[in-house]
């Protein structure tokens, strides 16, 4: 495993990092070059998701399916699965730290046995219907609207660019009430509830991305997250989500960097292999030492999130840093490879392409610079 200054790890972490990795190399990775062109995400793994104990993992194992994974095993682990394919570790993202986290947090008793044991085991899938067409940066200004009515909430507006939309038995939706942004939980059979994939991305295609519509959706009064109140509450979800990207994009650089280490040593050009030449010796060491500093950073990262002192500026800096880092890493790649670089099975194009989303979505580049820039400042620039 690519760990270039043979960074200490726990040995939980680690054998969970190596079970992962078995798990994507032998059953995960023949299927995604299939499932990106169809644009499909291979539901048939969710089961090994489960068995892997990775769905809800970091929650207490109290009865709620959590299995009381360390910070830094979870991190390891997205790791493993975005080395294999970013849409594997956004399922886990939203799952866990998106549905499973908030219901987890903010639900009821009864909401809690109703949904946690089903998700850990795979059994029911969630989303999370935060960003709207017209409100993505700025989810403050949401037009989704929960409108009390009797005993229950009327639900009316659109969510957009929805992980795991089409595919979910329950969504996390944010809406505005009378008092306050709310957070709800909708079943997908709901009259007035509806989906639509977005069709034409060229990004994330090995995954199921949606939009959410309400029309006059009824939902009971039980549907309200009783502690999911204000903004500062989906923002928390977030963050969670947020640190297992700054381990996920580590993962898809290694896979990147070490499909142009063995390329450049196998492809001959001019009489000896590309890996010979200076340029490409340079580029390699730039990679290796792009991966290298994000693999401390995340690992650092993780021991503060054991200490319960991890900031959410802190995850804005490494998600910043190190999506950035392996961007550029993919796109090295892609040009060591020539014009196989742009070929689906070699990877690099796919990985490069799917960084591109990630380097937007969860906090664009350009907002969690000025969220680390305020909290060294002072000074609010945005918001």
Not at 293 to 299: E, K, M, N, P
Request: contains cysteine; hydrophobic residues 40%; aromatic residues 8%.
């Amino acid at each position: 495993m690519l760990n270039y200054l043979d960074i200490e790890l726990p040995d939980d972490a680690r054998q969970l990092q190596q079970r992962v990795r078995r798990f994507v190399e032998d059953e995960a990775l023949h299927l995604i070059p299939a499932c990106f062109e169809a644009r499909r995400f291979p539901t048939e793994l969710i089961p090994r998701f489960a068995e892997l104990g990775l769905l809800g993992g970091t929650l207490p194992p109290d009865g709620t399916g959590g299995a009381g994974l360390t910070p830094m095993a979870y991190g390891l682990a997205c790791q493993e699965l975005e080395r294999g394919d970013s849409g594997l570790r956004s399922f886990l993202s939203i799952q866990s730290a998106l549905c499973m986290f908030p219901i987890y947090t903010y639900g009821s008793e009864s909401q809690q046995r109703r949904y946690l044991p089903e998700m850990a085991r795979g059994a029911l899938i969630g989303c999370f219907g935060l960003t709207e067409p017209e409100h993505g940066s700025d989810p403050i200004a949401m037009e989704l609207t929960a409108t009390p009515d009797g005993n229950g909430w009327v639900l009316n507006g659109t969510k957009t660019w929805i992980g795991n939309g089409s595919v979910a038995d329950v969504a996390v939706v944010w809406g505005r009430t009378p008092e306050g942004i709310r957070g709800f939980l909708v079943e997908r059979d709901r009259p007035g509830f509806a989906t639509r994939d977005i069709e034409d991305r060229l990004s994330l295609r090995a995954a199921t991305v949606s939009e959410l519509k309400f029309t006059d959706c009824r939902v009971p009064a039980d549907a309200l997250l009783p502690g999911a109140v204000g903004l500062g509450a989906a923002l928390r979800c977030l963050t969670e989500a947020r640190f297992g990207i700054i381990f996920g994009v580590v993962g898809a650089a290694m896979a990147c960097y070490e499909t142009a280490l063995a390329y450049t040593k196998r492809r001959v050009q001019f009489g000896k292999p590309i890996a010979a030449f200076q340029l490409t010796q340079q580029k390699l060491v730039d990679m290796l030492t792009g991966i290298t500093q994000g693999q401390l950073l995340a690992v650092q990262l993780g021991r503060l999130k054991a200490a319960d002192r991890l900031r959410h500026q802190q995850v804005s800096l490494g998600k910043r840093a190190n999506v950035a880092m392996a961007l550029d890493v993919a796109r090295t790649a892609r040009s060591m490879l020539g014009a196989n670089g742009i070929r689906l099975h070699y990877g690099v194009m796919r990985h490069a392409v799917n960084l591109e989303t990630v380097y937007t979505y969860e906090g664009t580049h350009e907002v969690h610079t000025l969220a680390v820039g305020r909290d060294i400042t002072g000074e609010a620039a945005f918001g």
